[in-house]
């Protein structure tokens, strides 16, 4: 059910984790939350943030912890290597295609499954769920089933992948990305989509993230998230976003990467995508903040020239309408690669020095964000 409050930046006790993982919280804790394994004296660097004093029922008072509080490691975002994340791209895009009712999307979901694997120290979750196609192209008019939609089935049966990093609270952030791909007729699950903007991309920044947070101990748990059904209206997401609503998950806040691989020509821009008002209006503010912090980490850590932008029609706007903080980082491809939703959207298109740079935001966010947290 929709609640009217905003959630996410809520620091409760209560928590789900996925009962696997139990086991490995109890080892995993350690007293340095940003020092990187091996390291004893990592280069701290000072990040002041031009912004309001956020809410009390959300991330602490953040001016009045920045000085302390605003510590990230140079050295750790320094880690992220962009041949990683062109190498997930060219082996994603390798599939001929990632479109959710093809005969390949399962060997992509385990592939992705044994990669984030890889890059995670608690066991990969496989979230099984079922997406029914609509049959009707027409309202109430049998005439106009096409020879397509005639062959095939009532559902399809797809799969999330997830996988948690816990840490020494319950308070949790949200890293997710779609798998699946297209080309330009939704339908046609047989031709070329190799979809490395859209959105291999946001996988691979993903994965990076999780390979370099997995050698630090922090105070978030973070959880990665793949989602499959996402050209089709968003069925991964819309699946997850109700299983952690009634599983009462403590999430702070999603950071959605959907196409982060093709830098508008000459400007190295990202748009960092904001929540203005959509379902839920309370959680606005929140959304608005943290796009603000980002915005400052990008100018910060990078040379990245960050703008912000509102919501548009992706994976986070199930977790939106439940009331959950969200935000995403994007491209803006949809408007300026060329090879969007085509078979030309290929891995040899992208500027993967640009989604290291986004790697690097994505890190340094929730670094600032771990730091307040700690020293609540
Ligand atoms: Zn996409």
Not at 145 to 152: E, G, L, M, V, W
Request: with cysteine; glycine share 4%; net charge negative.
């Amino acid at each position: 059910m929709v609640s009217s409050q905003g959630k996410g930046l809520q620091y409760s006790i209560a928590h789900f984790v996925f009962p696997s993982l139990l086991l490995t919280q109890l080892i995993y804790f350690s007293a340095c939350p940003l020092c990187l394994a091996g390291e004893i004296n990592p280069h701290f660097d000072l990040l002041y943030i031009e912004d309001e004093i956020l809410s009390k029922i959300s991330i602490p008072d953040i001016n009045a912890k920045v000085e302390d509080a605003s510590r990230i490691s140079q050295s750790v975002i320094d880690k992220v290597q962009s041949y990683n994340l062109e190498e997930s791209v060219r082996d994603l895009s390798s599939f001929h295609t990632r479109h959710s009712e093809s005969e390949s999307i399962d060997d992509v979901a385990y592939w992705l499954a044994e990669k984030l694997q890889s890059n995670c120290d608690t066991d990969v979750y496989i979230q099984n769920f079922t997406y029914s196609p609509d049959l009707t192209t027409s309202e109430d008019d049998d005439n106009n089933f096409s020879d397509i939609h005639r062959q095939k089935p009532f559902f399809y049966n797809l799969k999330n992948i997830a996988c948690d990093k816990l840490g020494s609270t319950n308070n949790t952030i949200f890293v997710s990305a779609h798998y699946d791909s297209r080309i330009e007729d939704l339908n046609d699950s047989e031709g070329r989509a190799p979809g490395a903007d859209d959105n291999a991309s946001g996988v691979s920044v993903l994965l990076e993230v999780a390979r370099i947070l997995s050698k630090l101990s922090l105070e978030h748990s973070i959880s990665y998230v793949l989602f499959s059904g996402e050209e089709q209206g968003k069925w991964g997401s819309k699946y997850y976003a109700d299983f952690i609503d009634k599983a009462d998950i403590d999430l702070d806040l999603l950071i959605n990467l959907d196409m982060v691989g093709f830098p508008p020509e000459g400007s190295n821009s990202i748009l960092i995508e904001y929540d203005n008002g959509n379902v839920v209006q309370d959680n606005d503010k929140y959304s608005q903040k943290i796009a603000k912090l980002i915005r400052d980490v990008a100018s910060k850590y990078t040379s990245l020239n960050a703008t912000l932008g509102k919501l548009e029609n992706t994976d986070y706007l199930p977790f939106e309408a439940l009331g959950y903080t969200v935000i995403g980082l994007h491209d803006d491809g949809v408007t300026k690669n060329p090879n969007y939703h085509k078979s030309s959207d290929t891995s040899d298109t992208l500027d993967y020095e640009y989604s290291a740079s986004i790697a690097n935001v994505t890190i340094a966010t929730i670094l600032q964000l771990d730091t307040l947290i700690s020293s609540e």
